[in-house]
């Protein structure tokens, strides 16, 4: 049973670009969160997907965008990069909106130059 | 704003002795609390987690007590393993959101 999993592992950008990141969740999961960690910080929550929609968003601005196809993988867009981006983007899957145990990914680590 | 804190950076323990780790928060609304573990190169892991309406609970070694009084969350791991190095964040949530503490990193000594 393969968990989540995220691609590519590692991306670099030039300021000013615009970025895709992928998730596929886990098997049975149809939830799918994002999130950025910068280093030496916890996870940042940036928005959560079900059903195709976007269900809860964090305090991130409207560069960052994001869409859940279907089958339930997510896509995080990240438009008109800042150096501020560069971190560790998680993506996390669970079943349902109940606030239960989360399934993260290894993370695509973006750098932004 | 930071609502979920662990002011501790590292910890370390001897092996067989009990971990500690300790997380405060703010919002009086969080209804879930969770901890996770992280090893290098890999997303954080799920470990355990707590309604805010217990104050424990436990799953082998690993026991998370929450103090909603003092807005205190605990996770103790007894007996400590060298295994169980790596970094531990809490995290609280409220209407499915989640907030992260910035991590605690605990080293258990062979």
Known sequence: DAGVTQSPTHLIKTRGQQVTLRCSPKSGHDTVSWYQQALGQGPQFIFQYYEEEERQRGNFPDRF????FPNYSSE???????LGDSALYLCASSAGLIPYEQ??????????? | DQQVKQNSPSLSVQEGRISILNCDYTNSMFD???WY?????????????ISSIK????DGRFTVFLNKSAKHLSLH?????????????????????FYFGTGTSLTVIP
Do not use: M, W
């Open chain 2, 32 to 34: 879930y609390f969770l």
């Open chain 2, 37 to 49: 573990k992280k090893y290098p190169a890999e997303g954080p892991t799920f470990l355990i987690s």
């Open chain 2, 55 to 58: 104050d424990k609970n436990e």
């Open chain 1, 65 to 68: 965008s994001g869409h859940q």
């Open chain 2, 77 to 97: 791991i007894v007996p400590s393993q060298p295994g169980d190095s790596a970094v531990y964040f809490c995290a609280a949530t409220q209407s499915n959101q």
């Open chain 1, 76 to 82: 995080l867009n990240v438009n008109a990069l800042l």
């Open chain 1, 103 to 113: 399934y993260f990914g290894p993370g695509t680590r973006l750098t932004v130059t």
